[in-house]
């Protein structure tokens, strides 16, 4: 119902192939030229490590977005609140391993929890301090949401916009929670002074690197994941969903079932983004929350070009670039930008930027 | 009006009261909180100046016990009123028993005051000293005094005076009294006698039961209202989505930004006027200049931009949040980042008085002009021909079209409507938020949930949607916190959608489906 023009996704080209693998190549590359001396001409600075990571993971949470929108038509606006919680779950982790090196030194209690009296550690902060079950819990508590929420909306079939009114009340509601000192979550401040993970201080270039390598890993992995999703029989259905809905189950489809696996899956995608995120960036509070974040991320699939999945990546990649780059060299101007972008893609480049270089004719 | 006290209390017994009150301030502590009881209770005209002075550390006292009163005039022997020196005379000390004292005795003597404010507040101060010598000039105060307000007040103070007495007769007044009063600081000292009088704990309980009963009927009471005042808030910031989202199907998530720039007109209109004769004036004549901006803007917006992708809501939702983040920019470069003060004109002040109830006027004001706003709207789209061609076109573009009707231009004028109502949404809610770039932002999800929740399309789901989620938040708000009644709210919400998908007055048959 979103698109008007029914693009089955085609088996990635041997061409698109190459330039795909030959980006990740050069992402690849970073963190070692980083490790160049700084009086090398190819020397990276820490700067361009650490914002690249960053945006890493941002193009995993747009394969998400795009899965779900572009080619399921479930425009989520709150996909956000799957990356908060992915980030919160590994934020927690990252608490529980300051240990008695806090602030007030408290072995076990994060600063804020001494700070605001908590006696002991709330019972879903158990556990918390392994690894292993932090990092299911960041995928498993994003991909539980989506279940809960996206079967209650699935199912008595709230499609369109007033699905992106319900995500988007729902990641506004979590954020007004999570603002709430009494949640446990660290309130109005969240999680950050993080010192390490997996042994690794987070400050080192050897743990930056690893996290890099690992983002870059996961985004290689959700794009493979969503490549193989899209280009399968279920991925036809997607579109067909997407395009036609009400035809779809009258030829048979549980349309329910199918859209509430992808929005899971997708929920789950960007709750590993948020994951992969919160080390890198060394805070995570109830901001990440705002409507305002999921909506910007819906627009870097839009901008990039949405039921593709490179458009998803490129457009992550590209839009943030000029934030980044705008919001240093003229921060009045970012909010036009992104407000024109919102504008101009939908008027002009319903395709995005991958359409622009689509040999491919419609119709 | 001294007269009729006069009359009432004996004057020679009077003047020895006065009199022999006296040495006590010459006294220790204790003889000075007694003496200063007894100059509350004598109703003599000239203990007054003489406590004021005490408060104020003019009253002087001589080694051999003669007291000095200083004003600005000079100093003077009390009581002969002869010129004195001051010497080594020291000021009379006191303490806080002292002082209890006297804001009671100072109140019981300035109830008879000409000035209706001062014997409202010396009845306030009598209430808090509790003393039984004052019920003797509280009854004379009481027996003379024709304003209600007052009145009620001087009933208190008698009621809770007539507690403090030793006799459980006078004791059993006091609390027969309270009883009737529906005040928690009169539940408060019935609580507090009940320890000093075990003896009448029975009818202290019964006067305590029945002050909670109507206490609690009143906050009930005060909840609804405030609950109503935010549901009207509501209905405001949703009635001009109910047209352009109900109505017309175009999502507008710039919504937001035409309610704030309905406020910063009204910003703007004030700033013209102020100096002019009109000033007094600015906010009623802000409702229609806030109208207009809107509109424009949204006229502006929908031949310039939302028409072109009529059909692709999911589209039009996104352009239209760029829309909202340009219009937030523009007015942040423009009137800045920090909020912009608006007055509220003096008759929109102060609070109104309703059978006990205290309710505030501004909110009072906006409850009646969301009344009058959704009137305005109902009878612009039932009797008005722009209003039967907005239907005509919602119901069958085509056949409307057909029949005469410029589609595109009923399309322009129903959009520039539903924001030129956003704007006057924008003139109320001037009065009770901050003026600022992102005024919006906090009514759009809001807005849009009492849509959802109300039916689209139905005005008067749109009403009852409103009032429902301001009550709802507004009753909760008390067990659950401001926040958490939001969250309950949002998904008690998604939850009611599962049950009615369409909303409380869903639109029945094929319209439904489009």
Same mark, same amino acid.
């Given at each position: ?41 190819? *020397? ?34 709150? *996909? ?12 927690? *982790? ?139 029989? /279920? ?33 789950? /995608? ?94 | ?166 006799? !459980? ?6 609390? !027969? ?77 710039? *919504? ?105 006027? !501004? ?152």
């Amino acid at each position: 119902m979103s698109a008007t023009t029914a693009t089955l996704p085609a088996q990635p080209r041997v061409t698109l192939r190459l330039v795909l693998w030959g980006a990740v190549l050069v992402l690849a590359l970073i963190p070692l030229l980083n490790q160049l001396p700084e009086t090398s001409a190819l *020397h990276v600075g820490d700067f361009i490590v650490s914002i690249t990571g960053k945006w890493i993971t941002y193009a995993i949470l747009a394969l998400a977005i795009d899965l779900a929108w572009g080619y399921t038509g479930i425009l989520s606006l709150g *996909h956000g609140a799957f990356f908060a919680l992915g980030g919160y779950a590994m934020g927690m *982790h990252l608490m529980r391993l300051i240990g008695p090196r806090g602030a007030y030194g408290h072995p076990t209690l994060p600063d804020f929890m001494v700070f605001l009296g908590y006696p002991e550690l709330p019972w879903y902060w158990l556990g918390f301090d392994m690894f292993p079950y932090a990092f299911f819990m960041a995928l498993f508590i994003p991909g539980l949401l989506a279940l809960i929420v996206g079967y209650l909306a699935f199912r008595s079939r709230i499609t369109g916009v007033y699905l992106s009114i319900l995500t988007q009340a729902l990641t506004y509601a979590l954020m007004l929670a999570f603002f709430r000192n009494d949640m446990g979550f660290g309130g109005n401040n969240g999680f950050t002074d993080f010192k390490e993970l997996l042994g690794m201080a987070l400050t080192t270039p050897l743990a930056r690197a690893v996290l890099f390598y690992a983002s870059l890993v996961a985004l290689v992995g959700s794009y493979w994941i969503c490549t193989r999703i899209s280009v399968s029989k /279920l991925g036809r259905v997607l579109v067909a969903i997407r395009d036609a809905e009400s035809r779809v189950r009258f030829l048979g489809y549980s349309t329910t079932q199918v859209k509430l696996f992808v929005f899971v899956i997708s929920a789950v /995608l960007a709750g590993l983004a948020g994951a992969l995120y919160v080390p890198q960036v060394g805070i995570i509070n109830p901001g990440e929350f705002s409507p305002g974040n999921s909506i910007e991320a819906v627009i870097w699939v839009a901008v990039g070009g949405r039921g593709t999945l490179v458009g998803a990546v490129v457009g992550a990649f590209s839009v943030n670039a000029l934030k980044t780059w705008l919001t240093t060299a003229a921060p009045d101007l970012w909010l036009f930008a992104l407000g024109g972008l919102f504008v101009a893609v939908t008027l002009f480049l319903p395709r995005g930027l991958v359409g622009l270089f689509s040999r491919k004719v419609e119709k | 009006m001294l007269l009729a006290i006069l009359l009432l209390v004996s004057p020679a017994r009077a003047q020895d009261a006065f009199t022999a009150a006296l040495p006590g301030l010459a006294g220790g502590f204790g003889q000075i909180a007694e003496a200063v009881e007894k100059l509350g209770a004598s109703a003599d005209p000239r203990a007054l100046p003489l406590l004021q002075a005490l408060q104020e550390g003019r009253l002087l006292k001589r080694e051999d016990g003669t007291l000095l009163l200083q004003t600005d005039a000079g100093t003077s022997e009390v009581p002969t009123g002869r010129p004195a020196e001051a010497g080594d005379a020291e000021a009379v000390r006191v303490n806080n028993r002292v002082r209890g004292a006297l804001r009671g005795a100072l109140g019981s003597l300035q109830i008879l005051s000409t000035n209706p404010e001062e014997r409202l507040k010396a009845a306030e101060d009598v209430f808090r000293s509790r003393s039984a010598q004052n019920i003797a000039p509280l009854e004379a105060a009481l027996a003379r005094e024709t304003i209600p307000a007052i009145r009620a007040q001087l009933e208190l103070s008698l009621a809770a005076s007539r507690l403090a007495s030793p006799d !459980n007769a006078v004791r059993l007044q006091g609390i !027969n009294a309270l009883a009737e009063v529906t005040d928690q600081n009169a539940r408060a000292l019935l609580l507090e006698t009940k320890a000093q009088a075990p003896d009448l704990a029975r009818q202290i309980d019964g006067a305590v039961a029945k002050i909670e009963g109507r206490l609690k009927v009143r906050q009930m009471v005060e909840t609804f209202f405030q609950g109503l005042s935010l549901g009207s808030v509501l209905l405001l910031a949703a009635l001009g989505l109910a047209v352009t989202f109900g109505v017309m199907g175009v999502i507008n998530m710039a *919504h937001g930004e035409m309610v704030m720039l309905g406020a910063y007109a009204t910003y703007m209109v004030q700033e013209a006027l102020s100096g002019t004769a009109l000033a007094p004036f600015a906010l009623p004549l802000a409702i229609p200049a806030a109208f207009l901006l809107a509109a424009a803007v949204g006229a502006v917006l929908e031949r310039g931009l939302i028409r072109y992708l009529y059909g692709r809501p999911l589209e039009t939702l996104l352009m239209t949040f760029g829309v909202g983040m340009i219009l937030q920019q523009a007015v942040r470069l423009i009137f800045g980042a920090q909020n912009r003060e608006v007055v509220s004109p003096a008759w929109m002040q102060g609070t109104l008085t309703l059978g006990g109830l205290s309710l505030t006027a !501004n909110r009072v004001w906006i409850i009646v002009f969301g009344l009058l706003v959704l009137g305005l709207v109902v009878a612009a789209i039932r009797y008005t021909r722009f209003g039967l061609e907005m239907r005509a076109v919602v119901q069958n573009r085509r056949i409307a079209a057909t029949m005469g009707i410029r589609t595109g231009r009923v399309d322009a004028l129903t959009f520039a409507f539903g924001s030129g109502i956003a704007g006057m949404a924008g003139v109320a809610l001037s009065q009770i938020d901050n003026v600022s770039p992102n005024l919006g932002t906090g009514y759009i999800i809001d807005s849009f949930m009492v849509v959802v929740f109300g039916g689209v399309g139905s005005l008067a789901g749109t009403l009852v949607g409103a009032l429902t989620l301001g009550v709802l938040n507004k009753v909760m708000e008390p067990y659950a916190g401001a926040v958490l009644a939001k969250v309950v709210v949002l998904v008690g919400i998604m939850l009611f959608i599962q049950r009615r998908p369409r909303g409380m007055f869903a639109l029945k048959g094929r319209a439904a489906e489009a």
